[in-house]
Nanobody, 118 residues
Framework: QVQLVESGGGLVQAGGSLRLACAAS????????MGWFRQAPGKEREFVAT????????DYLDSVKGRFTISRDNAKKTVYLQMNMLKPEGTAVYYC???????????WGQGIQVTVSS
């Protein structure tokens, strides 16, 4: 019964920044983990970043470390992905996801396009 809606995507020049947001509605589950994933055309969906329920533990795809920052606001039921120094290879559809059961990401947003021009 959980719906996730991403926002903040768009077209940006290489080196620019975007902040993605994912707002959740419905459900009273515990937010064990929140994550961001991305999928480029013809490619498999890949992990980008994750954050635990308290916000104290994060993990990132190696290629985005130092440039991307994930955060969450449980009161607003929102997770963010601040993306700085964007590169053309970051062009993809980005998805937010929630692990509401403690074992897997079982809720997914519809995805939002991020396009980075060279």
């Amino acid at each position: 019964q959980v719906q996730l809606v991403e926002s903040g995507g768009g077209l940006v020049q290489a080196g620019g920044s975007l902040r993605l947001a994912c707002a959740a509605s419905g459900g009273t589950f515990r937010w064990y983990r929140m994550g961001w994933f991305r999928q480029a055309p013809g490619k498999e969906r890949e992990f980008v970043a994750t954050i635990n329920w308290s916000g104290g533990v994060t993990d990132y795809l190696d290629s985005v470390k130092g440039r991307f920052t994930i955060s969450r606001d449980n009161a607003k039921k929102t997770v963010y992905l601040q993306m700085n120094m964007l590169k053309p290879e970051g062009t993809a559809v980005y998805y937010c996801a929630v692990d509401g059961a403690g074992y897997d990401y079982n809720y997914w947003g519809q995805g939002i396009q991020v396009t980075v021009s060279s």
